[in-house]
């Protein structure tokens, strides 16, 4: 359950904007963990969940993707229903929660103002991510949503307009390799499970539980 100690540097601040924002939130509450966020889970995990960004009082307080916030009750319930976690709790990283198989990120690691990173720093933040895709060699990645989805592709090479982003949509992208062979994995796409998405019903259970159930089928196929 060990994070990759080249995947991340936790004393980045190559982004102004986001460096001087959790400058600011760590004066503000000293109790929170208010830098970049390491990713969780299985350090070779056949399935990588990407998200967008730490909320502030979620992965941004407690220092682990998705735990403390909304969007962490629907993703972690799920992934435990699919076998995928140890319990469905996503409240304290003291919970005792432990993934199998899996790894939660984020396309961006450190909290943006008002959720919303710029497009300057999701590419500054890319090589964390395309570093995490070449060391674990997933076989399947989830995308929380279009700003994830196009992070993964980046992180790929892939063009844009080749591989558009729409809910349940299912792509296979070349993987991640300085030497350039990286292996081929399948991109499952998602709207983001967010307060407002599952609210609005925009995403139901059912259809984020559709998802992991193709993303089920495919790893037992791929074994």
């Known amino acids: 359950m060990t994070s990759l100690k080249p995947i991340l540097d936790g004393s980045c601040t190559q982004c102004p904007r986001l460096a001087r924002f959790l400058a600011e939130v760590r004066a503000q509450r000293p109790e929170y963990f208010a830098r970049p966020v390491p990713p969780f889970g299985d350090a070779r995990a056949g399935l990588l969940v990407v998200g967008l960004a730490p909320g502030m009082h979620g992965a941004n307080r407690t220092g682990r993707p998705f735990t403390g916030d909304f969007a962490g009750i629907l993703l972690y319930a799920t992934l435990h229903k699919f076998g995928f976690a140890s319990h469905g709790g996503s409240d304290d990283p003291r919970d005792g929660l432990r993934l199998k198989g899996c790894r939660v990120t984020n396309a961006v690691k450190c909290l943006p103002p008002d959720n919303k990173p710029e497009g300057a720093e999701v590419r500054r933040c890319n090589p964390f991510l395309a570093a995490e895709l070449e060391a674990i060699r997933p ?85």
Do not use: W
């Open 139 to 223: 076989c399947a990645v989830l995308a929380l949503g279009a700003i994830a989805h196009q992070a993964v592709l980046l992180a790929c090479g892939a063009k844009p307009r080749a591989f558009p982003f729409a809910h349940h949509a299912v792509h296979t992208l070349p993987g991640v390799s300085r030497t350039g062979h990286g292996r081929a994995f399948r991109l499952f796409d998602s709207y983001h499970c967010s307060r407002y998405n599952t609210q609005t019903r925009r995403l139901t259970t059912a259809m984020f539980e559709a998802v992991f159930r193709d993303i089920n089928a495919y790893l037992s196929s791929a074994r």
